[in-house]
């Protein structure tokens, strides 16, 4: 559905994405993840023909976004970081100006306003000043024009920034709803939000893609190690002797508590999963140490989102 190829953008000498490549198929929520400043919003916006793009190609079902804007823009909806929502007019006014402006013929446009406020839930606020909305309602206006026209592709740019947490859940699941009948992409910088609502994630550093998989498979993929906690009675020499033995897992602390017991951390292979438990086990009980507590925790996809940005900061550039 979307063809994104080589795609770079520099601003001045400060290169903001960088040789960006991606596929995007029909019928999917994808969700754009990235610290601050990892040029979400620059490729959004040349995806939707809003930027010229420094070097690279964009193709929206099959039509270029800059060779052939008009066939390509009527495939997508965009919603802005900052939508530009006239304050002054009530929803339905601003809905159907750019109902005008997206050229859908006069005579279907009421019945297109009426489609997408029910869509939206904003039927009850049509015809109060945008202003004295809340800023949910005023973030689903802004959705209202980007599903103006039933394009294919819904573009949301950090949709749910700034919103209360009830106002979170009543956005994801609008955008849930509308990802069973359009392919959907939204950017977020907050991992939990792409992970609930998307099926895959593209997540992107300094203007790079250095991921993309479904959320299931980067942890998998990417989280590589099991980690094993263990409290275990005997010296800090008694556990070194017991470890010597223990192959699967190697070992990051050993701590002595005191109270004749240790504490015991170790890394395996995330596939070796419960065979370095067993192996425990076995070599404490065949020393005659008992086990007190054990855990293992995989990476989460936390720990793959750190990894991959590098722990990154907004570049507060
Ligand atoms: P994100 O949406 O992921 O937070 P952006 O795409 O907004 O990131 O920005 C990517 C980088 O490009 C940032 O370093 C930002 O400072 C820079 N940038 C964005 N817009 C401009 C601009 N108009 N002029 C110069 N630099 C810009
Ligand atoms: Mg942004």
Known sequence: MIEVKHLTKRYG??????????????????????????????????????????????KIGGFDIFEE?????????????????????TPREYLSFVARAKKIPEKKIPEELERVMAVTATLDVADRLIRNLSKGYKQRVGIAQAILGDPEVIILDEPTVGLDPRQIIEIRDLIRQLGKEHTVILSSHILSEVQAV????????????????TP???????????????????????????????????????????????????????SKGNAVCRELFFAFSKA??????????????EDVFMELTNGEKEDGK
């Open 198 to 213: 998307c099926q895959t994630i593209l997540i992107i550093s300094k203007g790079r893609l250095v991921a993309c998989d």
């Open 288 to 301: 005659g140490k008992p086990i007190l507590r054990m855990t293992t925790t995989r990476a989460s996809l």
């Open 13 to 58: 000498s400060h290169t903001a994405v960088s040789d960006l490549s991606f596929t995007i198929e029909k019928g999917q929520i994808y969700g754009f993840l990235g610290p601050n400043g990892a040029g979400k919003s620059t490729t959004m916006n040349i995806m939707t023909g809003c930027l010229a793009a420094t070097e690279g190609q964009v």
């Open 216 to 270: 299931d498979n980067l942890e998998r993929l990417f989280a590589g190690t099991n980690t094993v906690e263990l409290v275990a009675e005997g010296t800090e020499e008694e556990i070194r002797r017991i470890l010597a033995d223990v192959t699967l897992g190697q070992v990051a602390s050993l701590r002595d508590l005191g109270d004749g017991s240790c504490f015991i951390k170790l890394q395996s292979d995330q």
């Open 69 to 89: 804007a008009e066939q390509a823009k009527k495939l997508i909806g965009y919603l802005p970081e900052q939508p530009p929502l006239y304050l002054d007019r």
